[in-house]
């Protein structure tokens, strides 16, 4: 026995320590793997169940399923170690403690979160074979997917463009700070930057090698360097004075598109977080500045996110919210950085940023408005508006009442005016019609990928959401 306990011993000390993996994204650091920690997976609440088992822990080559295997684990493992401690002590999952993760599940240049999966794939594109769960990046942005499921449900079901961009704006954000947990990555947006982080760089550019795979097949879907970049020159605009859809270069309503505008405001805003701790520590920013101010922003992203009502102009509100955050949490500190974020983007007025430091004092931030998953007011719409026939259609409306009085910037330079709940409501569901994503009671659609869909209720007929894709 003594002899097989020694074996066993030698077995644990003889087997590897690390895996290879890619850092953020295959394309951004030049097609080099790196050698990680075998990643330590959550156990109790925020637990993943993979589609395979568990591979041996080595280095194994690339485009292997054990590679892929990896690569997700190490970025999964990464996100939760990031979100965890944010989060209230019993937070789990959406659907519960475990979600599933499937790491290829047919071709298709995309990824998607649909409350029990996080479902990767896989496409050809110049000859060259793309796997989504290769890429750190597109993981942490659906599992962000995932942790704003899991804090606000009630998003889930809104129809709402500023809302459908927001979920879209957290996968990003969620995919940089989740980074920038990394001390070389830190190390290597530091150098990238000067210090500056609002400059591009390997951590703005969001799924590099997913990007130049689908500009293969449309070259103006996407921007020139990356899927999404946080650095852009965008502003915020109504959604409905937008164009439905149109080349990357452009702004238009569609979620991917228009969730830049506060992805760009809030790189912005930690950049600015990092020259506050830098001006106090009077010396130029260093990487520990870095992982401070990244964790404090998170802190002050899940506490604007839990308190801001779901309303037509959601952007402003959460903007406004994370003002307040920052007074109760930090007690101002970070106050010229947030604003100059999203006043400098257009998503508050001078005068609303002034509305929301005033306000923090007496507000409440850390807890969700409302306490069911999905209990939005829903509107009744005549169908046959929309030619589906002579019965009422429920839609989730982003109604719940506003806390702060704050809007955004219009055209003109003053306040602007966002349409009613309603008419918020019936915009989107017009457009996921025009785009193309949304099923219809009796027809059959095979493997497309609709984010939303039109089902039975009673006597009625409703609009749920199914998924959330990354393109």
Not at 180 to 192: D, G, I, K, N, P
Not at 254 to 269: D, E, G, K, N, Q
Request: glycine share 6%; hydrophobic share 45%; net charge neutral.
């Amino acid at each position: 026995m003594a002899t097989a306990a020694k074996a066993k011993r030698a077995a644990r000390k003889a087997a590897p320590r690390t895996v290879r993996v890619w850092e953020d994204d295959p394309l951004s650091m030049g097609a080099v793997p790196v050698e990680r920690p075998v990643p330590t997976m959550p156990r109790a609440r925020l637990k993943f169940a993979f589609d395979m088992a568990q591979p041996a822990a080595g280095h194994h080559e690339v485009g292997t399923p054990e590679f892929r295997y990896w690569v997700a684990a190490d970025a999964l493992a990464r996100a939760v170690a990031y979100w965890q401690p944010l989060l209230p002590r019993t937070q789990t999952w959406q659907r519960g403690p475990q979600l599933d993760v499937r790491l290829d599940a047919g071709e298709k240049l995309n990824a998607f979160y649909n409350r029990q999966t996080l479902t990767f794939f896989h496409g050809t594109a110049a000859g060259q074979t793309v796997f989504t769960a290769e890429s750190p990046d597109v993981v942490a942005h659906e599992c962000g997917h995932a942790i704003l499921d899991a804090i606000r449900p009630q998003l889930w079901d809104a129809m709402s463009h500023e809302v459908a961009a927001f979920h879209e704006s957290f996968g990003d954000m969620a995919a940089m700070l989740v980074g920038l947990q990394l001390e070389s990555l830190r190390a290597a947006v530091l150098t990238e930057t000067g210090g500056i982080l609002n400059r591009n760089s390997r951590i703005s550019r969001i799924a590099e090698q997913l990007g130049w795979a689908i500009r293969q097949q449309r070259s103006c879907a996407v921007d020139d360097d990356c899927l999404r970049n946080a650095v852009n020159c965008f502003v915020y605009q109504p959604p409905e004075q937008l164009p439905i859809s149109g080349p990357a270069v452009t702004l238009s309503s569609a979620p991917h598109s228009y969730s830049r505008v506060f992805t760009s405001a809030f790189l912005v805003a930690l950049t600015g977080m990092v020259v506050v701790l830098s001006r106090e520590a009077n010396r130029p920013p260093d990487s520990a500045m870095v992982s401070e101010a990244s964790i404090d922003a998170g802190k002050l992203l899940v506490a604007a996110v839990q308190a801001a009502p779901i309303v037509p102009a959601y952007l402003s509100q959460v903007a406004a919210h994370l003002v307040a955050a920052d007074q109760q949490l930090f007690n101002g500190r970070y106050n010229d950085a947030v604003d100059n974020g999203f006043f400098g983007k257009g998503l508050l007025t001078a005068t609303s940023v002034v509305a929301a430091s005033r306000a923090a004092p007496t507000m409440a931030l850390g807890a969700p408005r409302t306490a069911r998953a999905g209990e939005l007011p829903a509107v009744a719409v005549a169908a046959e508006e929309f030619g589906l026939g002579d019965r009422p259609l429920l839609l989730s409306a982003p109604a719940e009442p506003p806390s702060l009085a704050v809007s955004a910037i219009n055209r003109e330079g003053g306040p602007a005016t966002p349409p009613s709940a309603e008419a918020t409501a019936r915009g989107f569901l017009r457009e996921l019609m025009v785009r193309d994503r949304i099923a219809l009671p009796g027809r059959v659609r095979g493997d497309h990928l609709d984010t939303h869909e039109v089902v039975e209720d009673g006597g009625a007929l409703r609009v749920v959401r199914r998924l959330i894709d990354c393109n």
